[in-house]
């Protein structure tokens, strides 16, 4: 069965600091991988897809995920905080494109002035 | 862009009382999707559907719901009676068979009283 862990339900980050939110996914297939972002009061934004092309996978608004198979990791980066960037973020997996997504518990992500 | 659009963004309804959840995926999209987040946890996958039948269901999708497409655009969810423990965020989401992920709408907040 596929599952998701994310670790730090709450991760604090200074602006202009390195983000880093961790993720750790279990399937028996070559998973499908997403990180997704909800801003307060919002919808589910697509972040980043990792779909078996390259490892290293850039998204929207300066994010990019590594794919690491040895680590069953998908990691979750930006070099440089900006305040816009506190919100949740949720990685995903997903056995096939049109499959059912299985999120993890989120990870809020606070934005030090 | 497309969005996919949710309607109401809030619905209040006494326990035991049917609610409708209604959504407008995207035009083009045939695979279509209706999520939950309960207040603090992480969102869940309800039910899948595709060639106007159900392709997969949770255990949270018990015989209260059903998932209706209508018409050629709106996709419903429905909970014949409902309880307390209904109470949530319903995402419903869309995707087209292919290269593109699902695309979440809003969401609709239930409040059961």
């Known amino acids: 069965a596929q599952s998701v862990t994310q670790l730090g339900s709450h991760v604090s980050v200074s602006e202009g600091a390195l983000v880093l939110l961790r993720c750790n996914y279990s399937?028996?297939?070559?998973?499908?991988l997403f990180w997704y972002v909800q801003y307060p009061n919002q919808g589910l934004q697509l972040l980043l897809k990792y779909t078996s092309a390259a490892t290293l996978v850039k998204g929207i608004n300066g994010f990019e995920a590594e794919f690491k198979k040895s680590e069953t990791s998908f990691h979750l980066t930006k070099p440089s905080a900006h305040m816009s960037d506190a919100a949740e973020y949720f990685c995903?997996?997903?056995?096939?494109?049109?499959?059912?997504?299985?999120f993890g518990k989120g990870t809020r992500l606070h934005i030090l002035p | 862009e497309p969005e996919v659009t949710q309607t109401p963004s809030h619905q209040v309804t006494q326990m035991g009382q049917e609610v409708i959840l209604r959504c407008v995926p995207i035009?083009?999209?045939?695979?279509f999707y209706w999520y939950r987040q309960i207040l603090g946890q992480k969102v869940e996958f309800l039910v899948s559907?595709?060639?106007?039948?159900?392709?997969?269901k949770s255990e949270i999708f018990d015989d209260q719901f059903s998932v209706e497409r209508p018409d050629g655009s709106n996709f419903t969810l429905k909970i014949r009676s409902t309880k307390l423990e209904d109470s949530a965020m319903y995402f419903c989401?869309?995707?087209?068979?292919?290269?593109?992920?699902?695309?979440f709408g809003d969401g609709t907040r239930l409040s059961i009283l």
């Open positions: 995903a997996v997903s056995e096939n494109r049109d499959d059912k997504i299985i």
């Open positions: 399937s028996s297939v070559p998973p499908y």
């Open positions: 035009s083009n999209h045939l695979y």
């Open positions: 989401a869309s995707s087209v068979s292919g290269n593109q992920p699902q695309h």
């Open positions: 559907f595709y060639n106007n039948e159900i392709s997969e």
